[in-house]
């Protein structure tokens, strides 16, 4: 009777290709986060007619749009990184889950940016980098540590859009919809992180995490 093949060196020639999946997975959704146009499940907040902006008030509204599309690609990124290496599957799916709810976000943010005639910071791709190495620092402590950063990183994000909604001009209804919106989704994401069992982040880590995005949104204001 015929033995059956020995297939032991073929499964690990293709054991490097398994190991590729994710790092090209990792890398086509940088792509698209940095590159391509977000596609949103939802409409734009807001009503569809624009808001008639002083140039001043353009401006204005523009460098914050730029600073939340700006903080979007990071978000993109923090929550891709920490799925990369995220140690259960169900804190890998709630991760995915958030990074999608955040692409609306993302092409919300996009949107308005073409409405006011502004672009997105050219420095988009090194926000993404960075972020998804934070995330996958984070990650790496374990999926405590990680849900601990989602909620840690969302309370900052939310305390960013509550500043941006006070600095708005009143009449950019359009942008005052899109932020609102989004520190909506934002305070459901910590409160996700915190039912899924996250932990506590110590105060140094939560400074070091202000000074970062600190530095972030100041320069996206501008660049």
């Given at each position: 009777?015929?033995?059956?093949p020995?297939?032991?060196l073929y499964?690990e ?10 790092l ?7 792509l698209?986060a ?6 949103a499940?939802r409409?734009?907040?807001?009503s ?6 002083s140039?001043r008030?353009r401006?204005?509204?523009a460098a914050l749009?730029?600073?939340?599309h700006a903080?979007?690609v990071a978000?993109?990124?923090l929550?891709?990184?920490?799925a990369?290496v995220a140690?259960s599957?169900a804190t890998r799916d709630?991760?995915?889950?958030a990074a999608?709810?955040?692409t609306?976000?993302?092409?919300w943010?996009?949107?308005r940016l073409?409405e006011?005639d ?5 420095l988009?791709?090194l926000?993404?980098?960075g972020?998804?190495?934070?995330g996958?620092?984070?990650?790496a402590l374990?999926?405590r540590a990680?849900l601990a950063?989602?909620v ?9 859009l509550?500043?941006h ?6 009449d950019?209804t359009r942008?005052?919809?899109i932020v609102?919106?989004m ?7 910590g409160?996700?992180?915190?039912a899924?069992?996250?932990g506590?982040?110590?105060?140094p880590?939560?400074t070091?995490?202000r000074y970062?995005?600190?530095?972030m ?7």
């Amino acid at each position: 009777m015929a033995q059956p093949p020995d297939l032991t060196l073929y499964n690990e020639r293709m054991e490097p290709d398994r190991l590729l999946d994710p790092l090209i997975g990792a890398f086509d959704r940088a792509l698209r986060a940095v590159f391509a146009p977000a596609r949103a499940r939802r409409p734009v907040p807001g009503s569809a007619e624009l808001p008639d902006l002083s140039e001043r008030e353009r401006r204005t509204s523009a460098a914050l749009m730029r600073i939340n599309h700006a903080g979007e690609v990071a978000a993109q990124a923090l929550y891709h990184g920490q799925a990369f290496v995220a140690r259960s599957g169900a804190t890998r799916d709630l991760l995915v889950r958030a990074a999608r709810e955040e692409t609306d976000h993302l092409a919300w943010c996009e949107a308005r940016l073409t409405e006011l005639d502004a672009r997105p910071s050219v420095l988009n791709p090194l926000w993404y980098a960075g972020s998804f190495a934070i995330g996958v620092l984070a990650a790496a402590l374990g999926d405590r540590a990680s849900l601990a950063f989602v909620v840690e990183t969302e309370r900052q994000v939310e305390g960013h859009l509550g500043s941006h909604l006070a600095r708005l001009p009143a009449d950019d209804t359009r942008s005052r919809a899109i932020v609102e919106a989004m520190r909506t989704d934002e305070v459901a994401h910590g409160a996700m992180a915190r039912a899924a069992g996250a932990g506590s982040l110590p105060p140094p880590v939560r400074t070091l995490m202000r000074y970062v995005s600190g530095v972030m949104t100041g320069t996206a204001y501008w660049v």
